[in-house]
């Protein structure tokens, strides 16, 4: 298949192509989901962070 | 110095001009506060674009295209399996499965660093130590790989000596971790993903179109199976584009486990617990912005991996029609209607006779070159060769040889900026990853103080840098930017996969099934580099000594000693987990509604 021999290496090829489509549809499917609200342990989190951040 | 190399004015000025935009990124980045954390105090989201070319940046580096590239150059397409795990279990794996239990779970134990989000989840001390001196002493390997990676590319494209590359290049990566590269500005992350991007974008559609297209380029690189290298015939190579032969038990199938278990299981698997990357995912505000970013990330890492391993592989075939002419007396005919030979390279001298290199020999395709009658006499002939040939050797020159013979000059700079572009965001966040780790995972935790962490953070860096420049320095040859890569990758799947997936999705899981774990997959490891695997084992010496000079303890068991250890290691360190958690106390109720809420 497209000129290479083994059809194991045809099938990584393909792989390849498919998984990078699985994860185009998914991300497009799941576009607009998975929205949440910033808790307070996300702001507390992110404070820390910062702060790591300056020290490094 | 300069004036004998290929470096010019403009290449100097190009190189300068980017280093001033990254930095200028870097800068409003900083005052303006653009960083990932900066959008999550003020609870906004990052686009996912931006989000997915970051995390891609950091995730590839000049080890995947230089280093995997041209170990796909000598073994061929059958490294594509590394580029399917690379998509599958590096993006989606990761970021839908994964990425959202991590993020939650960090931001509720408010850990900073992939040791700490082990350490608290497991509420143990010694595991945050372990892990953060694990990543601190192992992490100057994988940026070696980055740096060597690099310099292979910019000593062999103008021309210059690789230490003096290496010093230029790692000054210029100090400067950027210096000046501010280490808090992941995302825009010059992102910036640096879309370099990398575009140049490996054009590379892919110049070879394809320089060979005919996609079935023509692969049945050209096909039809050279019989110019494989004795050598690498010997243990499994039948092709560029056919897969290793498979079995165990006889030397003829080392190459299927190499290309298996170190090039593809190691780095595919390893990359789940990779501390700068698990880190990345903390950062971002919601589950939405990961699965935006899965869209973006599957195509950024196609582009990457699966162009550099696709275009190394087929430098073979455009290298044996289109490079530079070699000559000599046919030693051996492999294939007279292909015109495939094995060539006696012979050079003409002073005086007009042919001589014959001494013990130079490569394989050709042959041509009708241009000879004069007395050369047609001596029956010498002209071919092509495979690149390893053209690369001297070394598998980490032939994607440069590569670029270098084949694309066009201003491609040459270009290629050089996705290659800065690589390896500066990838090792900006390897150097974060050394500072936090002996700072603030080994430092804080064993002197329970925090006043100097500023000061170990900033000289752990240091000696990170030089570490990996003195790994730079010393450790050339064969393929080692893909082995000590897989090194890297294979010692964190082992020593902390079972680990942090047990802590994200079992809560059986106890403290001490971690910590034994962690230990067992972090010695078996190192037991097997040093006693069994022959590559590095023989390079490190002990093996030598216990055994009178054999590089390996299983040399006499055909396949062990080319087997990865994580073959080995990840199971031991599974089983470990599993069973010790069955033998022992389930953490506290309350400990687990503080994790999994």
């Known amino acids: 298949m497209f000129g290479i021999e083994d059809k194991y290496v045809s099938l990584a090829y393909l792989l390849c192509i498919a998984s990078s489509l699985l994860c185009v549809v998914y991300g497009l499917l799941n576009w607009n989901r998975g929205q949440e609200e910033t808790r307070e342990e996300d702001v507390r989190w992110a404070q820390e962070e910062k702060h790591v951040e300056e020290e490094l | ?597």
């Open chain 2, 1 to 597: 110095m300069l004036a004998q190399s290929g470096v010019g004015l403009t290449q100097i000025l190009v190189v300068v001009l980017y280093l001033l935009v990254v930095v200028y990124l870097g800068w409003l980045g900083y005052s303006r506060t653009k960083t990932a954390t900066d959008y999550l105090v003020a609870g906004r989201k990052i686009h996912p674009f931006v989000m997915a070319m970051s995390y891609g940046a950091t995730f590839i580096s000049t080890s995947a295209i230089v280093g995997f590239g041209g170990v796909a150059g000598l073994f061929g397409m059958s490294v594509l399996w590394l580029t399917f795990c690379n998509i599958f279990v590096g993006i989606f794996i990761a970021f839908v499965v994964l990425a959202p239990p991590a993020r939650r779970m960090g931001h509720r134990l408010d850990a900073h660093t992939f040791p700490e989000l082990l350490g608290r989840r497991y509420e143990s001390k010694f595991v945050q130590v372990f892990a953060g001196l694990v990543i601190f002493l192992f992490i100057p390997l994988y940026a070696a790989a980055v740096l060597i990676g690099g310099c292979e590319f910019i000593s062999t494209q103008f021309n210059i000596d690789y230490n003096v590359a290496l010093l230029v290049f790692s000054v210029i990566i100090a400067a950027y971790v210096v000046m501010g590269g280490l808090k992941g500005v995302m825009y010059s992350d992102a910036l640096q993903g879309s370099i990398m991007f575009l140049g490996m974008l054009i590379l892919l559609i110049f070879t394809y179109a320089k060979l005919g297209g996609v079935t023509r380029a692969h049945t050209r690189l096909t039809d050279l199976a019989p110019l494989v290298p004795g050598s690498l015939q010997s243990i499994g190579h039948r092709g560029w584009t056919a897969m290793p032969a498979f079995g165990f038990g006889d030397p003829k199938y080392n190459l299927w486990w190499i290309v298996i278990s170190t090039i593809t299981l190691g780095v595919g698997i390893g990359v789940l617990a990779q501390p700068q990357l698990v880190v990345r995912f903390m950062t971002v505000k919601s589950r939405r912005e990961l699965n935006r970013a899965v869209a973006v990330g599957g195509v950024f890492i196609i582009i990457m991996t699966g162009v550099a391993f696709t275009v190394g592989s087929l430098s073979n075939a455009y290298l044996a029609n289109y490079g530079d002419p070699m000559t000599g007396r046919v030693a051996k005919m492999l294939d007279e209607d292909k015109g495939l030979a094995v060539l006696q390279i012979m050079t003409k001298n002073d005086a007009g006779v042919w001589t014959e290199v001494e013990g130079k020999m490569a394989p050709v395709k042959l041509f009708e070159g241009e000879l004069d009658a007395a050369a047609q006499e001596a029956g010498i002939r002209t071919g092509r060769s495979i690149s390893v040939v053209y690369a001297g050797g070394s598998a980490d020159q032939i994607i440069p040889t590569y670029i270098t013979k084949a694309m066009p000059t201003w491609f040459g700079l270009l290629f050089l900026l996705t290659l800065l572009a690589a390896a500066m965001s990838t090792l900006s966040s390897q150097f974060h990853a050394v500072g936090t780790s002996i700072g603030r995972d080994v430092y804080e935790q064993l002197t329970e103080r925090h006043e100097h962490s500023i000061i170990v953070n900033r000289t752990g860096i240091i000696i990170g840098i030089i570490i990996a420049m003195l790994w730079s320095y010393y450790a050339r040859g064969g393929y080692i930017i893909a082995r000590a890569t897989a090194i890297f990758f294979g010692l964190c799947a082992s020593a902390f996969l079972p680990a942090f997936i047990g802590g994200l999705f079992w809560k059986r899981i106890t403290r001490p099934a971690a910590i034994a774990s962690m230990v067992a997959g972090f010695v078996v490891t190192a037991f097997w580099l040093l006693f069994v695997k022959a590559a590095e084992a023989g390079d490190i010496g002990l093996v030598q000594k216990l055994t009178g000079g054999q590089r390996s303890i299983l040399a006499n068991s055909h396949n062990w000693p080319v087997v990865d250890p994580l073959v080995v290691a990840l199971p031991v360190s599974v089983i470990v987990a599993v069973v010790v958690s069955l033998l022992t106390k389930p953490p506290s109720q309350e400990h687990m509604s503080r994790c999994f809420k």
